[in-house]
T-cell receptor, first 113, second 111 residues
Framework: DTAVSQTPKYLVTQMGNDKSIKCEQNLGHDTMYWYKQDSKKFLKIMFS???????INETVPNRFSPKSPDKAHLNLHINSLELGDSAVYFC????????????FGNGTRLTVT | QKEVEQDPGPLSVPEGAIVSLNCTYSNSAFQYFMWYRQYSRKGPELLMY????GNKEDGRFTAQVDKSSKYISLFIRDSQPSDSATYLCAMSSYNNNDMRFGAGTRLTVKP
């Protein structure tokens, strides 16, 4: 059973389109995250969501918006996609936001052409 | 200067070798230190988790933290081809929202 699952695994789309990536965790964790991993493998946090509290990395463009229908799901919506958005996006979860270990999904490889 | 520095490698060793992976950091507030292993086309998975300075051993893996030098290490004994992956260090101070990752070191263990 996959603990943190995200779909789709690959996403190829054109500039200007709007797309969504879905994430679900079955670990009963309270906190979920979205991370971006660029071509140089740097992992950077984009959002964390804990008990309806959203914390946003200030460097993330407002074209990116997370939506959480319930504690087990955190989806990522991206509007007006740009070439620079091409990267691997990882969903993660943790028991709480207080330094508990992160559990990652297997990533969504987004290519914007 | 980046908050967390990690040599991206690549690092290639023969099977059975002892591998040493390292990270340095600049933020003295970091107190939780982690090592993640990431196989190709997969998400990072937690290998080691330590708090403050000291050593922690788990099977063939040993994590060391030297807060006075702002330096952390991961040692892999008797390395196996299945250890071939990218190893990412990570550290945080107050909570997961301030967690910072290194760039990752790509390791290949040759049979």
């Amino acid at each position: 059973d996959t603990a943190v699952s995200q779909t789709p695994k690959y996403l190829v789309t054109q500039m200007g389109n709007d797309k969504s990536i879905k994430c679900e965790q079955n670990l009963g964790h309270d906190t979920m995250y979205w991370y971006k991993q660029d071509s140089k493998k740097f992992l950077k946090i984009m959002f964390s969501y804990n008990n309806k509290e959203l914390i946003i990395n200030e460097t993330v463009p407002n074209r990116f918006s997370p939506k959480s229908p319930d504690k087990a799901h955190l989806n990522l919506h991206i509007n007006s996609l740009e070439l620079g958005d091409s990267a691997v996006y990882f969903c993660a979860s943790s028991q709480s936001q207080d330094n508990s270990p992160l559990h990652f999904g297997n990533g969504t490889r987004l290519t914007v052409t | 200067q980046k908050e967390v520095e990690q040599d991206p490698g690549p690092l290639s060793v023969p099977e059975g070798a002892i591998v040493s992976l390292n990270c340095t950091y600049s933020n003295s507030a970091f107190q939780y230190f982690m090592w993640y292993r990431q196989y190709s086309r997969k998400g990072p998975e937690l290998l080691m988790y330590t708090y403050s300075s000291g050593n922690k051993e788990d099977g063939r893996f040993t994590a060391q933290v030297d807060k006075s030098s702002k330096y952390i290490s991961l040692f892999i004994r008797d390395s196996q081809p299945s250890d071939s992956a990218t190893y990412l260090c990570a550290m945080s101070s107050y909570n997961n929202n301030d967690m910072r990752f290194g760039a990752g070191t790509r390791l290949t263990v040759k049979p």
